[in-house]
């Protein structure tokens, strides 16, 4: 698969994404946890959700080398999509991995032993992000912080969770484009030099 073609990563990331949430539905389904459960339609969730990017999008900026690494595996792919590809890849990943890991898994293992569930659903979010130490530290730390968005305030709502990691990834994908975009004008104008 050529994923450096647009439709061939979009169909890769169709496949991975909502793959996450048939596969939510059936491993929650199997230990009896339905993370439609902890989905409340609350309209206070939204600016919530979109707020709390912002502590996200600041860590983005702020720690180069994960941002770089980004840029370098997923800028070329990204800057051949359409804004309105970025978004549903974003959308698709918001949902799909805020079933998964906060919806089904971390309720279910909290059944046991909820600090344990905190730690060992983000430690696992973070490998399956693991492009290179660093970036699965912050990704481990980004999965806590949606988990606490998810449980820690009030009543428990993954809507939180899912509009924050959705709305971030969104605005990471048009980033790492616009980085990728200038570091290929740099290239090329020093290759005209």
């Known amino acids: 698969m050529d ?49 709390a990017t912002l502590p996200m999008l600041l860590a983005f900026y702020a720690v180069k080398e994960p941002r770089n690494i980004a840029v370098e595996l997923l800028g070329e792919v990204l800057s051949r999509c359409r804004w309105d590809d970025l978004i549903l890849v974003a959308v698709l990943a918001g949902v799909g991995e805020e079933m998964l890991f906060r919806g089904v898994l971390q309720p279910w293992i909290a059944a046991w032993n909820p600090t344990a569930a905190f730690v060992l659903v983000n430690l696992l979010f973070g490998v399956m992000h693991f492009v290179s130490l660093s970036y699965f530290l912050i990704v481990t730390i980004v999965g806590m912080y949606l988990s606490w968005l998810a449980y820690g305030i009030g009543e428990p709502n993954l809507l939180r969770a899912i509009i924050a990691h959705g709305a971030y990834d969104a605005i990471a994908f048009f980033l790492i484009v616009r980085q990728y975009r200038q570091k290929e004008e740099s290239r090329e104008s020093n290759v005209e030099s």
């Open 3 to 51: 994923v450096t073609s647009r439709t061939e990563f979009l169909n890769l990331a169709g496949l991975v994404e909502g793959g996450m949430v048939l596969l939510a539905l059936a491993i929650g389904w199997l230990v009896g946890v339905s993370p439609l459960d902890y989905l409340r339609w609350d309209l206070e969730a939204v600016p919530i959700g979109l707020l």
